[in-house]
């Protein structure tokens, strides 16, 4: 069965603290990596797709990269702005388009 | 592009209850699916649909059923409340995909009490 694992639950930051998110998973042929940010109240919003190992994406403070087993999204001096829920989804070759999300990460960026 | 719209942004039901909610794009996306998000479950898919006419059943279908006579839209009818469906609803839709998982773009919501 399709495995989607973020860690941590929750990640606390200070303004300028860089850190990283992991999206570790397990699928039979993945078709793609998706990361969306979410604020309260909000619909998911996209950010990046990676399809192979060692692809990375980049925007802004953020950098996505992809492994065969797991993803990470850098966020580099992260800003108060930044603070959201970060979600991780993956798609895979048996499942058309159909996406299993993971259970994201809360993070909180104080100035 | 008005993107994925929903409505309404907020509803309370009583156990019981029939309601649709609504959710409509204009991309001219094949592919449009329903999620619900509870607390520590992270998105569940509901039922999906790769086209007009065609839809099918996603991960957490019982109670809830779907249709899609457009391209453009693609209700969610909640046949009889119960406090289980209380959750916030999402909306998303995308080209079709082919060898790769296509992007998917989500709706603002729907919040959903049902007493």
């Known amino acids: 069965e399709d495995q989607v694992t973020q860690s941590p639950e929750a990640l606390r930051l200070q303004e300028g603290e860089s850190s990283s998110l992991n999206c570790s998973y397990t699928v039979s042929g993945l078709r793609g990596l998706f990361w969306y940010r979410q604020d309260p109240g909000k619909g998911p919003e996209f950010l990046f797709t990676?399809?192979?190992a060692g692809e990375e994406k980049e925007k802004e403070r953020l950098k996505a990269t992809l492994t065969k087993k797991e993803s990470f999204l850098h966020i580099t001096a992260p800003k108060p702005e930044d603070s959201a829920t970060y979600l991780c989804a993956v798609g895979e070759k048996a499942a058309g388009n159909k996406l299993t999300f993971g259970g994201g990460t809360r993070v909180l960026v104080k100035p | 592009n008005a993107g994925v719209t929903q409505t309404p942004k907020f509803q309370v039901l009583k156990t019981g209850q029939s309601m649709t909610l609504q959710c409509a794009q204009d991309?001219?996306?094949?592919?449009m699916s329903w999620y619900r998000q509870d607390p520590g479950m992270g998105l569940r898919l509901i039922h999906y649909s790769v086209g007009a006419g065609i839809t099918d059943q996603g991960e957490v279908p019982n109670g809830y059923n779907v249709s899609r006579s457009t391209t453009e839209d693609f209700p969610l009818r909640l046949l009889s409340a119960a406090p289980s469906q209380t959750s916030v609803y999402f909306c998303?839709?995308?080209w079709g995909g082919g060898v790769y998982t296509d992007t998917q773009y989500f709706g603002p919501g729907t919040r959903l009490t049902v007493l």
């Open positions: 998303a839709s995308s």
């Open positions: 991309m001219n996306h094949e592919y």
């Open positions: 990676l399809y192979s």
